[in-house]
C-alpha cells in the first residue's frame, strides 16, 4: 500500500465508500472502518498497520497544511 488512494480501494473492496467533504473527519471514519475490518479478521495485520499509518501521515499533511 502506497498512497491514500490504496486505502481507499481496500475499503471498498469490503463495500466502504466515504466521502463527506470533510477530509478530517473522512479520515476517522477511514480509520474506524479499518480497525472494524482488522478486528474481524477481514484484513491481515500488515494491512491494516500500512493502512493506518498512511492515514496518519495524510492527517499531518492536512494539519500543517491547514495551520499556516
Known amino acids: 500500500m502506497k498512497d491514500l488512494y490504496d ?5 471498498k473492496r469490503y463495500g466502504t465508500i466515504i466521502y463527506t467533504a470533510d477530509f478530517p473527519s473522512d479520515l476517522d471514519l477511514m480509520e474506524e472502518d479499518l480497525r472494524d475490518l482488522y478486528r474481524s479478521d477481514f484484513i491481515t495485520a500488515r494491512e491494516f498497520g500500512g493502512a493506518l499509518a498512511i492515514l496518519r501521515q495524510n492527517r499531518l499533511e492536512y494539519e500543517k497544511k491547514h495551520s499556516q
Open 7 to 11: 486505502v481507499m480501494q481496500l475499503l
